[in-house]
């Protein structure tokens, strides 16, 4: 199982908007819509922002929105806010009952 | 509330094992798969595998098999992680996580516990 592929930073000013990519294969991201997408800051555990590609668990802001196309998942991230900042990682179901993350992309809020 | 709360941090010698708990309250144990992840130091999040708290049947990802055994104690609600012949780079932390709600995903996760090994 090869971690799927994210870009190692992105940053943004406050009010604009950000994409985070996420790069699998036909074995996982493209086969199952199944990708979720998670929020670390510092020194703390992940926070669940967006599941089954789409959608939003409760308590998540509908700034964080969820897309897929083939092998890509994205996640977008609107009207940035500085209490944004912080590693995201993606993850999907890859068959079999395993799962596999991405190699994470640190959010900087300029 | 739901939670999942884990042992303290350890330190280990090269060689030696090392296991882990996690404590779940707030839901019903046997009905979700507990899941492993870790982080090494300043890197990304790696699955480890999952455990059924019912039946105790577990999965591991293909680089842990053989070297992290995952078990659970229904009676006490709690799910183990014992992982053995360390190295310097199982150096992470270790989280347990669940899907309660979610599927597929991981909606609650554990505190984190912080293993150190070292010669």
């Avoid at chain 1, 074995?27 to 997408?37: P, Q, T």
């Avoid at chain 1, 998942?73 to 993850?91: M, N, P, R, V």
């Avoid at chain 2, 991981?106 to 505190?111: E, L, S, T, V, Y």
Wanted: aromatic share 10%; proline share 3%; glycine share 12%.
């Amino acid at each position: 199982q090869s971690a799927l592929t994210q870009p190692a930073s992105v940053s943004g000013s406050p009010g604009q908007s950000i994409t985070i990519s996420c790069t699998g294969s036909s074995s996982d991201v493209g086969s199952y819509n199944l990708v979720s997408w998670y929020q670390q800051r510092p020194g703390t555990a992940p926070t669940l922002m967006i599941y089954e590609d789409t959608k939003r668990p409760s308590g998540i802001s509908n700034r964080f929105s969820g897309s897929k196309s083939g092998n890509t998942a994205s996640l977008t991230i609107s009207g940035l806010q500085a209490e944004d900042e912080g590693d995201y990682y993606c993850c999907s179901y890859a068959g079999s009952s395993t799962w596999v993350f991405g190699g994470g992309t640190q959010l900087t809020v300029l | 509330q739901v939670q999942l709360v884990q042992s303290g941090a350890e330190v280990k010698k090269t060689g030696a094992s090392v296991k882990v708990s996690c404590k779940a309250s707030g839901y019903t144990f046997t009905g979700y798969w507990m899941h492993w992840v870790r982080q090494a130091p300043g890197q990304g999040l790696e699955w480890m595998g999952w455990i059924n708290p019912n039946s105790g049947g577990t999965n591991y990802a293909q680089k842990f098999q053989g070297g992290v055994t995952m078990t659970r104690d229904t009676s006490i609600s709690t799910a183990y992680m014992e992982l053995s012949k360390l190295r310097s780079d199982d150096t992470a932390v270790y989280y347990c996580a669940t899907s309660r709600s979610v599927g597929y995903s991981f909606d609650i996760w554990g505190q984190g516990t912080m293993i150190t090994v070292s010669s």
